[in-house]
């Protein structure tokens, strides 16, 4: 599994506390993991209700907005390693 750099892993432990993932470790989310779709141990299984709030919690702790209407949110919201990118891309 490929290392999460030190932003992912900031934003791996606000997933988990956010989202009260109890049986997920934040060094548990590969970088790379689809954070959407059916759960297994390659997906975390999220779904809309969880995006709104890490759209939230992504506002509040690193200060960048992800808008609703964005046509790019599939794609951003994808993996922890594209939402990183998004939060480096729009600070």
């Known amino acids: 599994m490929t290392q999460q750099s030190e932003q992912e ?9 956010v989202l009260d993932l109890e049986d997920v470790a934040p060094e548990e989310i590969g ?3 689809p954070l959407f779709g059916i759960e297994s141990d390659a997906c975390l299984g999220l779904d809309s ?3 709104l709030e890490i759209a939230l919690a992504i ?3 690193f200060g960048v907005k992800l ?3 964005d046509e790019n949110n599939k ?3 994808a993996s922890l ?3 990183s990118n998004y939060i480096d891309a729009n600070r």
């Open 67 to 69: 808008q609703a209407d």
């Open 9 to 17: 892993a900031a934003l791996a432990r606000v997933l988990v506390q």
């Open 75 to 77: 794609a951003t919201f």
């Open 49 to 51: 209700i969880d995006a």
């Open 81 to 83: 390693r594209s939402l």
């Open 59 to 61: 506002d509040q702790h």
């Open 31 to 33: 970088p790379e993991m």
